[in-house]
C-alpha cells in the first residue's frame, strides 16, 4: 500500500498496488500558512496512525521529509525504513555544508576551513533534535539523544550512485547505498531530430525555474552549435512561447527512459531523478543547479568527473554555449566516467536490493 497525495493516486494504481490518502499539509511554513515547529507533521501523524491500525503493515517506509509515517509506524511498535531519494545529506566533520556546492576538500588546510563550520551546523542539528523531541512528546513518544532524528536507525535507504557519497571514516547506523530507483509515468513515443551531429537533451527541472530561464538559454546557446537539440519544457503547457532554433526540437513531455540511452550530452537543473537517469545511461551532464539539493548534485557532477557544472549566476546562453563547448570537447573523458557507474548500474539490481532490506528488517521484528 502507498499512502501519498490525491495527485498520484492513478499511477499508484497503474502500478498494482493500494492507494491510501495521505494527509497533504506544507511541509515547510510559509507567510500564509504560518506553522510551529512540526505541527504538520503531529497533525498528520494522528490521522497516519489510524491507517497503521487497521492495515498493521510489517514494516512502514517513509520518505526522509515525510516523518508522520515514521513517528504513526514508531507509536504502534512497526519496524521502520527511511527512504532518503537523494545524496545522503549527513555530513562528517571538515565537510562542507550539504547542499551548498562546495567539493570535498582535497587537503587539511580545506579541512579545517571547513572545520569552522561545524558549530555552526550542530547547533542546527540540535535545534532540529529538540524541536523533533518536542513533537514526540506531544505524541507520547520518548526523546531522542541523537541528531537526524527523521531518519530511521534501523534502515536507511540511499537511493544514489555510491561513486557519488564522499567516502566516510564511520560509516551511518544501517545505512545502505543500493543505487538509483527510477521511475516515470507512461508517455507518447517522441520523434528526434534526424542527423548524425551529437544529440544533446535539455532537460528541465519540474519543481524549479518556472519561467523557464534554463531551456531558452539552453536553446539560444545552442543554436549554431553542431549539435541536434531535443528539449522538454516538462509539462509547463504551451511549447510556441519559445525561440526554438532550427536544429532543435521542443515537446511538452518524452521519455527520458528512450530519449536518454540515445543523447550525447544532457542539460539539466541536476535534480536527483534526472542525474540518475542520465548516469544510469553513461550520458554527461551539464549541470545548471536551480536551488536546494541541486547545487550538491552538481559539486559531486564535477567530483566524480562525469559532467560541467555551471554556477547559477552564468546560466544564460553565453555560460550555456561555453559550457557544452567544453562538455562536448572532453566528451570521451566523460563518457568514459558516466560509463562506469551506467555499467554499475547494469550489473546491479537496486530495487531488488532495497526489497531484500526491508523484508530482513521485517524477518528481524517476527
Not at 49 to 71: G, Q, S, W, Y
Request: net charge neutral; glycine share 8%.
Amino acid at each position: 500500500m502507498v499512502e501519498t497525495w490525491t495527485r498520484w493516486r492513478e499511477d499508484v494504481e497503474r502500478e498494482g498496488m493500494r492507494f491510501a490518502a495521505a494527509p497533504e499539509y506544507h511541509v515547510f511554513p510559509t507567510r500564509e500558512r504560518p506553522l510551529k515547529p512540526y505541527e504538520a507533521v503531529r497533525r498528520a501523524a494522528t490521522t497516519t496512525r489510524e491507517l497503521v491500525v487497521a492495515e498493521r503493515p510489517d514494516v512502514v517506509v517513509h520518505d526522509i521529509l515525510t516523518l508522520a509515517p515514521a513517528l504513526a509506524a514508531e507509536l504502534e511498535g512497526v519496524p521502520r525504513a527511511t527512504l532518503i531519494p537523494h545524496l545522503d545529506p549527513r555530513g562528517a566533520p571538515g565537510w562542507p555544508p550539504y547542499s551548498i556546492g562546495a567539493r570535498l576538500p582535497r587537503t587539511g588546510v580545506g579541512r579545517a576551513f571547513w572545520g569552522l563550520f561545524d558549530p555552526l551546523l550542530e547547533r542546527g542539528l540540535q535545534l532540529g533534535r529538540r524541536e523533533l523531541n518536542e513533537t514526540r512528546s506531544r505524541l507520547g513518544l520518548p526523546p531522542q539523544a541523537h541528531v537526524h532524528g527523521g531518519i530511521s536507525r534501523e534502515l536507511a535507504i540511499v537511493v544514489t550512485f555510491p561513486q557519488l557519497e564522499y567516502p566516510r571514516a564511520v560509516p551511518e547506523i544501517n545505512t545502505h547505498i543500493v543505487g538509483p530507483l527510477s521511475w516515470e509515468p507512461p508517455s507518447e513515443p517522441v520523434e528526434l531530430p534526424s542527423g548524425t551531429d551529437p544529440l544533446v537533451l535539455v532537460a528541465p527541472s519540474t519543481a524549479q525555474d518556472h519561467e523557464g530561464v534554463m531551456l531558452r538559454a539552453a536553446l539560444a546557446a545552442m543554436a549554431d552549435l553542431p549539435v541536434r537539440v531535443i528539449a522538454t519544457t516538462n509539462k509547463r503547457g504551451e511549447t510556441g512561447g519559445y525561440d526554438v532554433p532550427a536544429n532543435a526540437k521542443l515537446v511538452d513531455w518524452l521519455s527520458y527512459s528512450r530519449t536518454m540511452p540515445q543523447c550525447d550530452l544532457v542539460v539539466c537543473h541536476v535534480g536527483h531523478g534526472t542525474l540518475m537517469r542520465a548516469l544510469s545511461n553513461g550520458v554527461p551532464v551539464v549541470a545548471c543547479p536551480a536551488a536546494g539539493d541541486m547545487n550538491e548534485n552538481a559539486a559531486r557532477v564535477d567530483w566524480a568527473g562525469v559532467g560541467i557544472r555551471l554556477p547559477r549566476r552564468l546560466i544564460g546562453p553565453r555560460g550555456l554555449n561555453l559550457a557544452i563547448q567544453k562538455a562536448l570537447a572532453d566528451r570521451d573523458r566523460l563518457a568514459a566516467n558516466a560509463a562506469k557507474l551506467s555499467h554499475w548500474s547494469a550489473t546491479h539490481d537496486p530495487g531488488a536490493t532495497a526489497a531484500q532490506l526491508v523484508e530482513d528488517l521485517a524477518a528481524r521484528a517476527t
